[in-house]
Every structure is written in structure tokens, then in C-alpha cells.
């Protein structure tokens, strides 16, 4: 997958060297590339905004640059982190973690010039994406947080790929409870049944607990679970 990553804070992005992303892109299974804006203006003080027509407060950015920079970097599926996007979800990461180029757009101030996105839907698909229902002070926290949740689901950076299977959002329940040693902690301890080896058992306590807490924490995603999805056993449960 090739992503190119447009902001005006390219040094935002360095927490993208490490861990599993950085053992992607050194491996070749992502090709992430992240510029600079600015690189794209073509006066002396390299400038990005301009006071918004209507007036109001804050600054725009400007449309001249961000077209620059999005003909530079070609047509793919242009990410807009925006707190009017759609929220982000699970799904939305499976989809974009298929597609071959994906081109994020940072906006601060008060936003992008919002010809740019309509230019750009002209040519590629765009899609606005929100990270929740809080405004941040620009884009590139959120696409770090979009970037963590599509590099996971690449083939080949997961160790063990059944972990996507099995967690939290997978298949539209939260996950259960999860354990390790010591088996007895602070006079907690780990539940029996964990330790009893019977894997049927196993199996059946952790779907219980995964639906008891998606019944309790999030009521909005048991509604939206397929009764055909639930078995006898959890009928019950
Ligand atoms: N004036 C905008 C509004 O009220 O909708 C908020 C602009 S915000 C200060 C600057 C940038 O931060 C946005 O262009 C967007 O890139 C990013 N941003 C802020 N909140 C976000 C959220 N909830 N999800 C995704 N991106 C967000």
C-alpha cells in the first residue's frame, strides 16, 4: 500500500518510524510517504491560510498549495480528517487497508478551503472522516490514529492475524476480559476457568463475557447485532 501523508507539521509523524508501522514500511508492505505543505507555496514566508471570507474568526488554508500538493502526489482515495466527516469506524478501516493509495489531507486553523476537496472529488474519491465528536487542533493526530487502525489490518504485519478475528469491533461485539500471570495478583484472581484447560468452556465464558459487556457498555452495538448471529448458549446469556 502506498500512502502519502500532506501536513504542515511533517515532524508530527515520527511516531510513525516505530513499532509495527516503521517494521512495515521497512519490510515494503507500506510505502508511506509524508510532505510538507509548505513545500508547496511559492512566497517568502511559505504561506498556508488567509482570513476566511464571511469573516469570523481564525484562518483558512488556502486552496493554491493543497492543489499543488495533491496533483503532486496523484490520484489514490483522499483521506480528509475532519470533525464533519464520517465517524471512523472498524469498517472504514478494512475498506481503506484494501485499497493500493491512500492520500491524507491535514487541515488546521478553521479548516481547508473547501474547493479543494470539491476539486478533488472531481478526480478521486474523497472521504471525510471524524475521529468523534471533539474538534482537535488539526489532522495529523487523527491520521495517525486512521493509519495505526489500517497498518494492523495489512496481511503480513500481524504475527498472529486470528487476533483480528477475535477483538473488540471484529465482528461487532467487545472483546472479553483478558488475563496473564501470575495467576493470582493483589489477591485477584485470574478465573478459573481460564486455567482449566477445557477449551469448549474457554470458548463459551469469553462469548458470554463479550456479550454481557457489549450489552452493558454499549447498548448501541447489541441492538445492532444480528440476531441470526446469536446461537442458543448466548440466548441465554
Ligand atoms: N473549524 C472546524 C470545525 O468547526 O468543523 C474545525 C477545524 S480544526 C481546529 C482543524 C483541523 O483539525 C481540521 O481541519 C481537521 O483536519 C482536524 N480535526 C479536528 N477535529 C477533528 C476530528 N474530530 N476528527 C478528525 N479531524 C479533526
Not at 19 to 42: C, E, F, M, Q
Not at 129 to 140: A, C, I, M, Q
Request: with cysteine.
Amino acid at each position: 500500500m502506498r500512502v502519502d501523508i500532506i501536513s504542515i507539521f511533517p515532524d508530527y509523524f515520527a511516531p510513525l518510524e516505530l513499532s509495527l508501522i516503521g517494521k512495515a514500511r521497512a519490510t515494503g508492505l507500506l510505502d508511506l510517504n509524508v510532505h510538507d505543505l509548505r513545500t508547496w507555496t511559492s512566497d517568502v514566508h511559505r504561506t498556508v491560510d488567509d482570513t476566511p471570507y464571511g469573516g469570523g474568526p481564525g484562518m483558512v488554508m488556502r486552496p493554491e498549495p493543497w492543489g499543488q500538493a495533491l496533483d503532486a502526489v496523484g490520484a489514490g482515495t483522499l483521506v480528509v480528517p475532519s470533525p464533519v466527516g464520517k465517524p471512523f469506524t472498524q469498517a472504514d478501516a478494512y475498506e481503506l487497508a484494501g485499497l493500493d493509495h491512500l492520500i491524507f489531507a491535514c487541515g488546521r486553523y478553521e479548516g481547508i478551503d473547501q474547493r479543494v476537496i470539491d476539486d478533488a472529488a472531481s478526480r478521486m474519491p474523497v472521504r471525510e472522516v471524524s475521529l468523534g465528536d471533539y474538534v482537535l487542533f488539526g489532522g495529523e493526530v487523527a491520521v495517525i490514529v486512521i493509519m495505526e487502525a489500517i497498518t494492523r489490518l495489512l496481511p503480513g504485519v500481524l504475527g498472529n492475524a486470528d487476533s483480528l478475528t477475535e477483538e473488540s469491533h471484529a465482528a461487532g461485539l467487545l472483546e472479553a476480559p483478558v488475563y496473564t500471570k501470575p495467576a493470582s495478583w493483589r489477591g485477584r484472581d485470574v478465573p478459573d476457568i481460564l486455567r482449566s484447560g477445557d477449551h469448549g468452556r474457554i470458548a463459551r465464558w469469553r462469548r458470554d463475557q463479550s456479550l454481557l459487556r457489549t450489552a452493558g457498555r454499549r447498548p448501541d452495538m447489541m441492538a445492532a447485532y444480528p440476531p441470526e448471529h446469536l446461537d442458543k448458549a448466548d440466548r441465554k446469556t
